[in-house]
């Protein structure tokens, strides 16, 4: 069992309710309050969890800067009021910041045995494998 400090306990829980937020905030035809919430929690959530030296180092390296831009400034657009166009640009952002992590996570989901099986479907196997590309230099 992974032991976790009382602050990461915390950041937890931030995480879980700024996604849970953002779902409900999409689902609610992208309501801008509940979107606004979603990422200020998810984003406090994530420096609890990780601590706030490895955020930043996380979101402000060098090779990251356009992710971090996208995500940061679709936040910013979801804060100023434009909800949809700032979900799209966060969207985008995230799955630039975390392009790293999804070769490892369609790996370990592959090994999952009913989603395994489906993931090796016709048509979704060319999109997972198109996903789970280690494509990091672009």
């Known amino acids: 069992m992974i032991s976790l400090t009382d ?3 915390i950041g937890m829980g931030l995480t879980g309710f700024g996604v849970f937020f953002l779902f409900f905030g999409m689902i ?3 309501d801008k309050a509940l979107l606004a919430i979603g990422n200020i929690l998810f984003v406090a ?3 609890f969890v990780i601590g706030l030296e490895r955020t930043f180092r996380f979101f402000f390296q060098r ?3 356009k992710a971090t831009g996208f995500f940061l400034g679709g936040v910013f657009v979801v804060l100023i009021g434009w909800p949809i166009i700032g979900v799209v640009l966060e969207v985008y952002g995230f799955f630039l910041l975390f392009r790293g992590f999804f070769p490892v996570a369609v790996g370990f989901i592959r090994r999952i045995p009913i989603l395994g099986s489906l993931l090796n479907l016709p048509g979704i196997s060319g999109l997972v494998d198109k996903v789970g590309e280690s494509n ?3």
């Open 45 to 47: 959530g994530l420096s």
């Open 136 to 138: 990091t230099m672009v």
């Open 63 to 65: 090779h990251k800067m």
């Open 28 to 30: 609610l035809f992208f």
């Open 7 to 9: 602050s990461q306990k």
